[in-house]
């Protein structure tokens, strides 16, 4: 059976050594030849979004300039990719695919992705390759501490509130999964050669998680659970009878501005990839999972009519048409993915000296419990 997620475990988590104190001065005179001239930027940097991501490092910023005679401010949000000393969660970050899926999802489709501008692949600004977005008001779940803990507005708001948001989050997936001739509209997302069959498609998903996989081995050591995870995921394929959609990868709350309960901002697509649609389903129910299997531990309620399966799957339904599935082979994926996230994380966190060596590295992955419990159900 599974063994329990200490109590003092530290969720949070440095993403930088990046030295900001005259990233302001860059910024400016690197927008000030892209803007109109005689724009004249001043920019101010306010703080990163600290209370979730643990990927790439999100930059707050005004931008102050001259338009039509007026001075105006307007805000926007800098994505900015990991330098290999920082410790990066993924072996690579694509920004232009990023930034490239965010515009054609907007163009697209009606989901609210905030509007990208700029890019700068050099690293000569900041030191590292990142893009411009527009500024989006709103509020997050959080993942620090995650927000099934309590004290907080998703936490605190009524069952209908809270369902709401689980609804309406479900249907910004189905949105993003009806974008029509995805494979081709988005085949710098394949994670294969290329075009292929959907089984085809999804053995190069397996594929890529195994890499990244290797990648985080190779710093902290093997996971017996992680690999245990993958040789069953190699011999199990699920069939698939969806078809290959645009996935975001990364769908969960933690990953959308809220205004009140209703999506404003669909964030993060490091993880975006074509897949089947089950890939975003699972994350989904997963990524709320790890999160209420930590506070059960530690006993307390937690959220366990949130973002059940049933549910999720019975809104899917509702607003795509399609249903889904047994989900087995997916959970055990995504609970693989979260192991690599934390050994990832982990080892950031021993680089910064946040925290001391451990004797084991699967102490460190906190879904542990979950994935072990998903294994045992399934067989694995």
């Not at 931008?63 to 001075?71: I, K, L, N």
């Not at 890529?208 to 190699?234: H, I, M, N, Q």
Request: glycine fraction near 8%; proline fraction near 8%.
């Amino acid at each position: 059976m599974s063994q329990p997620v200490a109590p003092d475990a530290d969720l949070s988590l440095q993403r930088s050594s990046r030295d900001a104190s005259d990233s302001a001065a860059r910024l400016a005179r690197w927008l000030a030849a892209r803007l109109p001239a005689g724009a004249d930027p001043d920019v101010a940097l306010g703080s990163g979004v600290d209370a979730n991501g643990m990927s790439s490092e999100t930059v707050v910023l005004d931008v102050t300039s001259t338009q039509d005679g007026q001075r105006c401010t307007r805000g926007y949000v800098a994505r900015v990719a990991p330098t290999p000393q920082d410790v990066p969660v993924f072996p690579a970050y694509d920004l232009a695919g990023q930034h490239e899926a965010m515009r054609l999802v907007a163009e697209l489709t009606d989901v609210p992705v905030p509007a990208v501008r700029w890019t700068e692949p050099t690293g000569e600004v900041l030191g590292s390759p990142f893009f411009l977005m527009d500024r989006v008001e709103g509020r997050v779940p959080p993942d620090v501490l995650p927000y099934p803990f309590g004290d907080n507005w998703l936490f605190d708001a009524s069952a209908d509130e809270q369902r709401r948001l689980q609804d309406r989050t479900v249907e910004v997936v189905a949105a993003l999964h009806a974008v029509p001739d995805a494979a081709s509209r988005f085949d710098f997302l394949d994670p294969g050669p290329g075009p292929g069959s959907d089984a085809d498609t999804l053995r190069a998903v397996l594929a890529r998680t195994r890499a990244w996989y290797e990648f985080a081995k190779a710093d902290v050591g093997p996971s017996p659970t992680a690999e245990r995870a993958l040789a069953w995921l190699e011999t199990h394929e699920p069939a698939t009878t969806t078809g290959t959609v645009l996935c975001w990868g990364d769908a969960r709350i933690g990953n959308i501005l809220y205004d009140g309960f209703e999506p404003a901002g669909v964030l993060d697509w490091e993880m975006a990839t074509l897949g089947p649609r089950e890939l975003d389903l699972s994350w989904l129910v997963t990524a709320h999972q790890v999160f209420q299997s930590i506070v059960e531990v530690l006993g307390l309620p937690g959220m366990p009519g949130f973002l059940r399966e049933r549910d999720v799957l019975a809104t899917y339904e509702r607003a795509s048409g399609l249903r889904l599935g047994d989900l087995d082979w997916y959970h055990v994926h995504s609970g693989l993915q979260w192991c690599i996230v934390f050994m990832r994380t982990g080892f950031r966190q021993l680089h910064f000296g946040e925290i001391a060596e451990p004797d084991d590295i699967e102490s460190l992955m906190h879904n542990l419990p979950l994935l072990l419990d998903t294994m045992e159900r399934v067989g694995a």
